[in-house]
């Protein structure tokens, strides 16, 4: 049962550039939350992706977007990038389009932004 | 004030103790409360929800204290393997979940 796989695992990029990060969910989860974690920082809610649409958004600029496949994959976009953007981005996935469970993390992309 | 809001520790304990870590959140609308442990450079791990009547899990006790806001996590016999950060979860809206900013535990031999 394979778990939330996320690709590429490392990145590193320009100021400026955009970078598009992917996360497969869990088998049998169709729900995709995207999270940014900068070192030493609780990771912190970009959105939730469920039935191909955008329910839910934290406090990011509209830089950050995303998409959901039928397959319940799912991709976050990040444009123009910032040396801020500097982070761990993190793929959590759960099943019947909610989180009373609790996430399955993906092990992350670590970006860089140089 | 913080939507949620932890100790950032560190906590050093010796192997055997017991160590208590507790997780203040700001919406008294909140449901779903969670504990996730991230070791060094990982992804957090689910390690348990936490009840209204609280739970036990081993060695691993979550309460939730709805009048004060917060919930806690108490761990007992610690071991080397426990060190981590612990990370508390509180929902803020049906679909959002908002992360502490997490504890770190270091049990020393």
């Known amino acids: 049962d394979a778990g939330v796989t996320q690709s590429p695992t490392h990145l590193i990029k320009t100021r400026g550039q955009q970078v598009t990060l992917r996360c497969s969910p869990k088998?049998?989860?169709?729900?995709v939350s995207w999270y940014q974690q900068a070192l030493g920082q609780g990771p912190q809610f970009i959105f939730q992706?469920?039935?191909?649409?955008?329910?839910q958004r934290g406090n990011f600029p509209d830089r950050f977007s995303g998409h959901q496949f039928p397959n319940y994959s799912s991709e976050l976009n990040v444009n123009a990038l910032l040396l801020g953007d500097s982070a761990l981005y993190l793929c959590?996935?759960?099943?019947?389009?909610?989180?009373?469970?609790?996430?399955?993390f993906g092990s992350g992309t670590r970006l860089t932004v140089v | 004030r913080k939507e949620v809001e932890q100790d950032p520790g560190p906590f050093n304990v010796p192997e055997g103790a017991t160590v208590a870590f507790n997780c203040t959140y700001s919406n008294s609308a909140s449901q779903s409360f969670f504990w996730y442990r991230q070791d060094c450079r990982k992804e957090p791990k689910l390690l348990m929800s936490v009840y209204s009547s609280g739970n036990e899990d081993g060695r691993f006790t979550a309460q939730l204290n709805r009048a004060s806001q917060y919930i806690s996590l108490l761990i007992r016999d610690s071991k080397l393997s426990d060190s981590a950060t612990y990370l508390c979860?509180?929902?803020?809206?049906?679909?959002?979940?908002?992360f502490g900013t997490g504890t770190r535990l270091k049990v020393l031999a």
């Open positions: 088998s049998g989860h169709d729900t």
């Open positions: 979860v509180v929902n803020a809206g049906t679909y959002k979940y908002i």
């Open positions: 992706y469920y039935e191909e649409e955008e329910r």
């Open positions: 959590a996935s759960s099943g019947g389009g909610q989180v009373i469970y609790g996430y399955t």
